[in-house]
């Protein structure tokens, strides 16, 4: 007797869930919550300040899926408390939360902050991207493992891996090297409830990347295979695929977005040439 062979695992529907975004205001964060919305996910956005940047991603999300549910939450990580009340406030507005996507990170390299010393940039880092990474993760992470299905998602550094130079290769090295070890761990923590993976961006072109010099354009498209920058819907729909019941059996792991990393630092060949 002839069986049925099995059913493709393509599944990336999130209607009915609820998922929350950090550091949703712009660039990342809000490709973020604009995949999730079109896959159909009610959404609870968090900025730091950017109030008008977040409403912006908010309209956006409504346009694309008219039906869905939209919270906003202000919070400042870098304070305990307030970590605590965004974790209160994801949780409370639907008593559960299904998705954690924890994309907020401090900003040092543009703004006020990039006048700050290394010390004191390495200190911010360190409190936003690793503490409340790690705060949010367990919190909410433990409440979700009572509904089934459950996801989160950190964000590290492909470079992380190997190495770059100079003070800001070091600070993130430090901070998304950390969380990338963590998520492993927490993985093997909420298991088997709650999925926990990592993206590890390489080059994308955020506001950073739009304005910056000529050198780090060059570099970007040296370092990756595909040979030019990536763009934050890359990271996006990568995302969307592992918070999604596609991605069931994808747990603990660490997805690097960056094109393929050319190590060799010689520019990819171009079709023409191959």
Partial sequence: METSPPSPQN????????????????????????????????????????????????????????HIEIKLVQADFVEPSQQDRFCEEAWNWQQRLDILVNNAGVDVLTGAAAELSFEEK?????????????????????????????????????????????????????????????????????????????????????????????????RAARESLIGTWGQPADVAATIGFLVSPAARFVNGQTIAVNGGFNHGGQPPRTAKET
């Fill in 122 to 218: 390495l200190e911010l880092v360190y409190r936003v991207d690793v503490v409340a990474t790690m705060r949010l993760s367990r919190t909410l992470g433990a409440q979700m493992r009572g509904i089934p299905g459950g996801s989160i998602v950190n964000i590290g550094w492909d470079q992380a891996a190997h190495g770059m130079e100079g003070d800001s290769g070091e600070m993130f090295a430090m901070s998304k090297g950390a969380i990338m070890a963590f998520s492993k761990s927490l993985a093997r923590s909420l298991a088997p409830e709650v999925r926990v993976n990592c993206v590890a961006p390489g080059w994308i072109q955020t506001a950073w990347g739009e304005n910056t010099s000529d050198y780090w354009h060059t």
């Fill in 11 to 66: 599944d990336a529907s999130l209607r009915g869930k609820i998922a929350a975004v950090t550091g949703a205001a712009s660039g990342i964060g809000r490709a973020v919550a604009l995949q999730l919305a079109g896959q159909g996910a009610s959404l609870l956005l968090h900025t730091r300040s950017n109030d008008h940047g977040l409403r912006e991603t908010a309209n956006l999300a409504q346009r694309i899926a008219p």
